[in-house]
């Protein structure tokens, strides 16, 4: 869910139409039926091919991109996109010890032993506080609880899953500087070479302020130092507490907060880029430790109910279907993107903590809905940005526009029409459908993230690993970007994984029992507190 860079405004605009042969298909009745609950059960020869295709990956990228950020999986190149210490490695650690790949383990330990998290190679490298943080600090935070809990025997040398830990407050010490502003709400950028400082933004978004809480608080219980979860919950204060532009809802705060003051400038937002991960991790807290944060907890219910009661939208052509909207003030928009279509795990999560229905079953109902999309698009792989026509809105409301004539008929078929057909190797519907199916056990679930994959198998495979793609909307996705995000190995592979994987400690526990894990919005688990 991480993303800052997709925000309602640019989910507005990418309105323009894609004239495309459209090939029909796809199951359209999606309603939700109430089911027993059966225990989850493993499925090998799937949870085998997904570790193929992880050990595809790191191999592609260890042989044309290592030590380098991101692998360029068609032209067998690299770029340094996250200040060159080796996203890729740090990202897939995690996903590595699961799959219990002690050789990429032990590789993945020395390359991150031999980081300077201190400075960059490149003078003036602009380093994201936010995707640093859910990349690299969680990246290391999570090998070090996995390490040193149920796979602790992938590593013999402890000194080596202790350094996981000393890096993790080097790098965050570095991070700091972001946090030096006259309200402690961060700046969004920070340079360590030629000398640590921020950049100068006056503005930072909800998801890049309240996507710390739950790492830099890990850090503090770890290692016993509560300066890093004091920063988090200074920055977090302003968004539990809000100020400024008006609520839209209640509980749903605007997309954009002052640095001079952490007071609200707009009043924009929904479950998409730029604000999803604030929502997330506000339930996630009361996961880590539900003692401690029960305000979150409330704050989060508040956004729910509001959620359900507003955003909550049903295309004309397909009543079926639920999509959650977008909204400025209380004007709402039915444009929803990739990104948000981790809503549905989020609230079967909450459903479970809480013991409430009605978030579960909206839960499935978003994770069901926003599968839909594989399910329609020729390449078999819903599109990063789409929008539908609302019935509670007025037709000629210029919120509500009808799709473009060239997708007429796939919109009446398929209850949403794309505006950005890239897909760049996300994994929010394979992670919603991974809830879903820890909560119900319903094989359902598992059949359509096998179908999930064996999509991205047949259409992003490259000769080295695999690629990103311009356009879902075209059976063969259109060409490929030349893009390897890390977070396909972080997260992509490990949620399709543990849905077809063997119980383990790491697993969520949704039918009885406590789960011993919580996923930072990069699937890195952490160790829950008590
Ligand atoms: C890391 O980089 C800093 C800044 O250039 C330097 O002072 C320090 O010695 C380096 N640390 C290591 C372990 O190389
Ligand atoms: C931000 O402003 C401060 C104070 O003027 C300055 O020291 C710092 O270099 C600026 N940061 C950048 C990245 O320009
Ligand atoms: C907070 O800062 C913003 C931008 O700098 C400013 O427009 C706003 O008036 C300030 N609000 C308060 C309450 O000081
Ligand atoms: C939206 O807010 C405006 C201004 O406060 C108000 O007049 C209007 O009734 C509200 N509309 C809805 C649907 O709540
Ligand atoms: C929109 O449609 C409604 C009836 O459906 C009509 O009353 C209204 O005038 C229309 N508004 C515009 C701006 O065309």
């Not at 977090?236 to 954009?256: C, Q």
Request: hydrophobic share 35%; charged share 20%; glycine share 8%.
């Amino acid at each position: 869910m991480r993303s800052s860079l997709v925000v309602l405004l640019e989910l507005l605009a990418a309105s323009s139409a894609l004239a495309v042969p459209l090939s029909a298909g796809g199951d359209t009745n999606i309603v939700t039926r109430k089911r027993d609950v059966t225990a989850p059960k493993p499925n090998h020869a799937r949870a085998n091919e997904v570790k193929q295709a992880f050990e595809q990956s790191w191999n592609g990228y260890v042989e044309y991109a290592f030590p380098h950020d991101t692998l360029h999986p068609v032209s067998n190149s690299y770029e340094d996109d996250r200040a060159a210490w080796g996203v890729t490695v740090v990202d897939a650690l995690s996903t590595a010890i699961i799959m219990e790949k002690e050789h990429f383990v032990a590789k993945m330990l020395d390359h991150i032993a031999q980081t300077n998290y201190t400075t960059t190679a490149k003078e003036n490298d602009a380093i994201s506080l936010f995707e640093t943080n859910i990349r690299y600090l969680a990246g290391l935070l999570s090998g070090y609880d996995l390490l040193n809990g149920p796979f602790s025997e992938l590593v013999e040398d402890k000194a080596k899953v202790q350094n996981l830990l000393d890096q993790a407050k080097t790098l965050a010490d570095s991070l700091s500087v972001a946090f030096n502003t006259p309200s402690g709400v961060p700046q969004p950028t920070v340079y360590l070479n030629p000398s640590p400082r921020h950049g100068n933004a006056s503005s930072n978004n909800i998801a890049e302020v309240g996507t710390l809480i739950l790492e830099w608080t890990r850090l503090s219980d770890l290692s016993g130092d509560p300066k890093y979860a004091r920063l988090a919950e200074k920055a977090e204060s302003y968004l539990l507490h809000p100020t400024g532009s008006p609520e839209a809802f209640p509980g749903m705060v605007g997309a954009d907060v002052a640095i001079a003051n952490g007071s609200f400038i707009n009043s924009d937002g929904g479950w998409s880029g730029g604000t999803d991960s604030f929502y997330e991790y506000l339930i996630k807290m009361y996961q880590y430790d539900p003692a401690k944060y029960g305000e979150y907890k409330d704050r989060w219910v508040l956004a729910a109910d509001s959620t359900i009661k507003y955003l909550a939208s049903h295309p004309t052509t397909r009543k079926d279907l639920t999509y959650l909207s977008q909204y400025s003030g209380n004007k709402t928009f039915p444009v929803s993107s990739h990104l948000a279509s981790f809503a549905g795990g989020n609230f079967i999560l909450g459903g479970v903590l809480l013991g409430e229905d009605k978030y579960k079953q909206f839960g499935l109902d978003l994770a069901k809905s926003y599968f839909n999309n594989y399910q329609q698009a020729p390449a078999g792989i819903g599109p990063e940005v789409f929008a539908w026509v609302d019935p509670a809105l007025p037709a000629n409301d210029t919120n509500n526009p009808p799709p473009p004539d060239s997708q007429k008929d796939f919109y009446a078929k398929s209850g949403f029409y794309t505006t950005a057909g890239s897909y760049i190797l996300r994994p929010e519907t394979s992670e919603s459908l991974y809830y879903a199916y820890r909560l119900t056990g319903d094989r359902e679930y598992q059949n359509m993230a096998w179908a999930a994959f064996s999509a991205i198998k047949k259409v992003c495979k490259t000769g080295a690993a695999f690629a990103q793609l311009n356009d879902v909307m075209k059976p063969d996705g259109g060409g490929y970007i030349d893009q390897m995000q890390s977070f396909w190995l972080a997260e992509t592979l490990k949620y399709l994984y543990l849905i077809f994987a063997d119980e383990s400690d790491v697993q969520l526990q949704f039918q009885g029992g406590k789960s011993k894990y919580v996923f930072n919005t990069e699937a890195h688990p952490f160790r829950v507190k008590g």
